[in-house]
């Protein structure tokens, strides 16, 4: 199975501020990531697709990049409902679609 | 709207079986690949099995042989079969679309809204 592993586990950080979330697959996989934000208590959100490409109706502060093992998700300007735990996923294998372990973004 | 929307959890004994639906809104689900995913208390998402239209099941190895995924094409319905239940599968179930527009990119959407499943004596 295809392995993810993001970094940082969490960060602090505040509104205003740049973020930058990495995600890095154990073999290539081309530009099959995807990225979700989860809020407590909520369903997982698509934000981008395709590595690159900002799903319907996500603000464009949300921004992704990468291709092969490595990965990241810009947030340009933090706001206040950005707060949230965010997760990378491959699609490249589609017998086991695996996720990060996720990135909880906090207030500083 | 294209929603999904989940039922069918509950608290269950180890070793007992569970059977959980998600019913599809504004898309057939026969003609989509569809998929479940879980999230045990204060942990992160966990991949366990997808449904492909073509008919082809595939699970995460931490519930093959335990869990299978199905569907009822006259219900616009996907289940999940839970048998040989642990403690350890104790989380809130995700039923989400994997969507394509161009194979093999794919991604998951819409999710719905989450069935907890408790697996406690």
């Known amino acids: 199975d295809i392995q993810m592993t993001q970094s940082p586990s969490s960060l602090s950080a505040s509104v205003g501020d740049r973020v930058t979330i990495t995600c890095r697959a154990s073999?290539?996989?081309?530009?099959?990531l995807n990225w979700y934000q989860q809020k407590p208590g909520k369903a997982p959100k698509l934000l981008i697709y395709?590595?690159?490409s900002l799903q319907s109706g996500v603000p464009s502060r949300f921004s992704g990049s990468g291709s092969g093992t490595d990965f990241t998700l810009t947030i340009s300007s933090l706001q206040p409902e950005d707060f949230a735990t965010y997760y990378c996923q491959q699609g490249y294998s589609s017998q086991s679609l695996t996720f990060g372990q996720g990135t909880k973004v906090e207030i500083k | 709207e294209v929603q999904l929307v989940e039922s069918g959890g509950g608290l269950i004994q180890p070793g007992g079986s569970l059977r959980l639906s998600c019913t599809a809104s504004e898309f057939i689900v026969s003609s989509n690949y569809m998929s479940w995913v879980r999230q045990a208390p204060g942990k992160g998402l966990e991949w366990v099995s997808v449904l492909y239209s073509n008919g082809n099941t595939y699970y995460a190895d931490s519930v093959k042989g335990r869990f299978t995924i199905s569907r009822d094409n006259s219900k616009n319905t996907v289940y999940l079969q839970m048998s040989s239940l642990r403690v350890e599968d104790t989380a809130v179930y995700y039923c989400?679309?994997?969507?394509?527009?161009?194979?093999?990119?794919?991604?998951?959407?819409?999710w719905g809204q989450g069935t907890l499943v408790t697996v406690s004596s």
């Open positions: 989400a679309r994997l969507y394509t527009n161009m194979w093999p990119y794919n991604w998951f959407d819409p």
């Open positions: 395709a590595s690159s």
């Open positions: 073999q290539s996989i081309s530009n099959y």
